[in-house]
Nanobody, 116 residues
Framework: QVQLVESGGGLVQAGGSQRLSCAASGSIFRFNAMAWYRQASGKQRELVARITNTGITNYADSVKGRFTLSRDNAKNTVYLQMNSLKSEDTAVYYC??????????WGQGTQVTVSS
């Protein structure tokens, strides 16, 4: 069973920065990819950023140049560094991990609120 525990959410002012962490139970090498999704109130869940097990990253157009996704294999953790935050970044952020077998696991989510 895979557990993903997110942390780092909270309230931040527009223009500020915040870093989200996602700690996995066990090695993250077993995952083909890990990603962050977000869901704002009344909107559909959307992919924010994704990183493969070879370190390839891709980002939603709305966060390119502002967000950076990285991984620390030794700590079994991925990080989402969010800079120049905007009010439209307010959402619940979810960490995901997809195994080589194709199973997708979700974390419980962490709220990020950007005040303008």
């Amino acid at each position: 069973q895979v557990q993903l525990v997110e942390s780092g959410g909270g309230l931040v002012q527009a223009g500020g920065s915040q870093r989200l962490s996602c700690a996995a139970s066990g090695s993250i090498f077993r995952f083909n990819a890990m990603a962050w999704y977000r869901q704002a109130s009344g909107k559909q869940r959307e992919l924010v950023a994704r990183i493969t097990n070879t370190g390839i990253t891709n980002y939603a157009d709305s966060v390119k140049g502002r967000f950076t996704l990285s991984r620390d294999n030794a700590k079994n953790t991925v990080y989402l560094q969010m800079n120049s935050l905007k009010s439209e970044d307010t959402a619940v952020y979810y960490c995901t991990a997809r195994t080589t077998g194709g199973t997708l696991y979700w974390g419980q989510g962490t709220q990020v609120t950007v005040s303008s």
